[in-house]
């Protein structure tokens, strides 16, 4: 590739099947520039994006972006606050994110995520077992999605039977992460089918918890919003919404990303056999090496200077995260896979008041399911035959990853 002309375009899917080497190019030839034709800025570099995330006038709410403003007054762009039952308090900035974040976290907290171990082991023991019965094993099918699926609906107060509905509409919702102008029709309408299926699943769900509440997460938000006018409806929806996805996607692409990773590098499964405690770093090595979250965004409210460039108000930064991860200057050797890395440093799960609120229960189900897997199946292979990845750019993870033991 070209020197001069390298730049990192989010609408290219030349380099999605595998980004690190291009993302390698940009840390070394051009860490900040925008992306071409549009007013939008990208980080490839660690430094540069841990510093946007600590910028206290970093805004998640699209609509402070003048360009994507202007494109959603022009129709040409959906923004998540166009669709207010789907928003959740992911895209939203204080106070709003903090008061709707404040009334999930007790159910997060790594105390009570700890007292869910004995549940998470029985769980991931469970369908390994029905695995072994079978004599056959597909890890996402039977092991990376039902895992975080069955917790998350558990915490929420969600019919385990109707995971697959969850499954399919979560897909589709991830999908309108990915930075997009002017989307194909079908797959517009694919989203938009299942945001508005997955609220009225939810409001006739909820209109029963509110009758008959129960002792689970929903029931708690319910009755908050019932107290009063500090959760609407539309806000209920959105931070249901997102806690089922959020709990699917990105646990079951962390432990499918997990597993390749480590069957690729067959010297590293066998570390983790000889030591099962090796399950958290090789969950962290994952997290760093092959993120489930390959990019975020933020949008300064005031002009900013990053690595000696300034960055005008009100302009998009996408902060490419993946590449961030391997960066040489934080982690040395970082193109490496290597779950006994001295430190593990990465920026997956964000930082500062974004910093994700289900990390405890990810590196938990993520630690529970390798370490499992090593222990009962020490002759696990891939089928390589059989892999298939998500197209999807902002969420990185596969469809299938059959393995023979």
Known sequence: MDVETIVFNPF???????????FKQLRERAPIGQVPGL?????????????VLRHPMSSMESRNADVYRQMSEAGIMRLPEDVPAAQGFLFMDPPDHTRLRRLV???????????????????????????AERGQLEIIEDLA??????????????????????????KAMGGSLDPTMTPPPEVLERQTKAQEEAAEYLRAFISGRR?????????????????GDRLSEDELLGTVILLMAAGQETSANLIGNAVLSLLRHPDQYRLLQSDPELARSAVEETLRWDPPIQMTQRIPLDDVDIGGVTIPARSPVILLIASANRDETVSPDGERFDIRRSE?????????????????????EGAT?????????????????????????????????PVEF
């Open 344 to 364: 593990i440093i990465h920026l997956t799960f964000g930082m500062g008041i974004h910093f994700c609120l289900g990390a405890p229960l990810g590196r938990i």
């Open 211 to 227: 009758r008959q509440p129960a002792n689970d997460l929903l029931s708690m938000l319910t009755a908050v919003e019932e107290a």
């Open 12 to 22: 290219d899917a030349v380099w999605r099947e595998d980004p690190y080497p291009f």
């Open 105 to 131: 976290s007790q159910a997060f907290t790594l105390k009570f995520v700890n007292g869910l171990r004995p549940r998470i082991q029985k769980l991931v023991d469970d369908l390994l077992d029905a695995a």
């Open 39 to 51: 007013p939008i800025w990208y980080l490839a570099r660690y430094a540069d994006c841990e510093d």
């Open 369 to 401: 399911a390798l370490a499992t897997l090593a222990r009962r199946f020490p002759n696990l292979r891939l089928v390589e035959d059989g892999l298939r990845r998500r197209s999807d750019l902002v969420l990185r993870g596969l469809e299938s990853i």
């Open 145 to 170: 999605y039902p895992l975080p699926f069955t917790i998350i609906s558990e915490l929420v107060g969600i019919p385990v039977e109707d995971l697959p509905r969850w499954r399919g509409w979560s």
